[in-house]
């Protein structure tokens, strides 16, 4: 077991394990590396298959972006100052949003940060549930106090016969538990555990929603000899 997941698993119980659970992250993490601390338990398939029954989470990095930077007086009513979807991170998400239907995945709570990214990704994917703003997803390097934050929303269990969407930033996906950040899009599935942190089983890329609805390929048939 690798000493970031042992800091995590503690994370109910001694605070302290915080700063070592963030410090490896950081090291863990990096878009040179594209590696996580925690390893998937499950396949993208075996994922959609188990999001069809409910009770798990999903933490959603928003969808594609343009190149645009925030501005200092960042006004989130005016998605204008904001870094928002480019044309590919709207198709992104209604592409995943289609995908998930397809799939009859049922979708119940539906959290995003206040940056029209993220409002955005989650308004074109989950287009007939309310989404509702969360002040602790607004994104940004925040720390322990974030993560901590965040974990508590992925141990949240929704309701039954339901999942829970998340659409964040980089730094909640960091912060929560040193998670894959790249690309934009990505989403990582987690189970809610009766007591501690929930139960990490996955991601799915933003380009696999497709092929997870459309099933897997038929077996070529062969001539005969």
């Not at 972006?65 to 870094?83: K, L, N, P």
């Not at 964040?168 to 990505?186: K, M, R, V, W």
Request: hydrophobic residues 40%; negative net charge; contains cysteine.
């Amino acid at each position: 077991m690798s000493p970031l997941l042992r800091a995590e698993r503690s994370l109910a119980y001694d605070p302290r394990a915080v700063v070592l659970a963030l410090t490896l992250a950081a090291t863990l993490v990096s878009p040179a590396t594209a590696q996580q601390a925690l390893e998937p338990q499950m396949s993208p398939p075996e994922i959609a298959e188990a999001l069809r029954a409910g009770g798990y989470v999903l933490l959603i990095r928003h969808a594609a972006t343009t190149g645009q930077v925030d501005a200092d007086g960042i006004d989130f009513a005016d998605c204008a100052t904001q870094r928002d979807l480019s044309e590919l991170g709207e198709r992104q998400s209604r592409e995943m949003g289609d995908a998930i239907r397809a799939l009859e995945i049922p979708i119940g709570k539906v959290l995003s940060s206040p940056y029209c990214r993220c409002t955005r990704t989650a308004e074109l994917a989950f287009s007939e549930a309310e989404v509702s703003i969360s002040e602790i997803l607004r994104g940004g390097l925040a720390g322990d106090d974030q993560g901590a934050k965040v974990r508590q929303m992925l141990a949240t269990k929704p309701a039954a016969g339901t999942n829970t969407v998340i659409v964040s930033h980089t730094g909640a996906l960091l912060y929560s538990f040193g998670l894959q950040s790249n690309p934009e899009g990505i989403a990582h599935v987690f189970q809610p555990a009766p007591y501690g942190p929930a139960r990490y089983l996955g991601l799915v890329l933003p380009d696999r929603w497709q092929a997870l609805a459309e099933g897997p390929s038929p077996s070529p048939t062969l001539a005969p000899h």
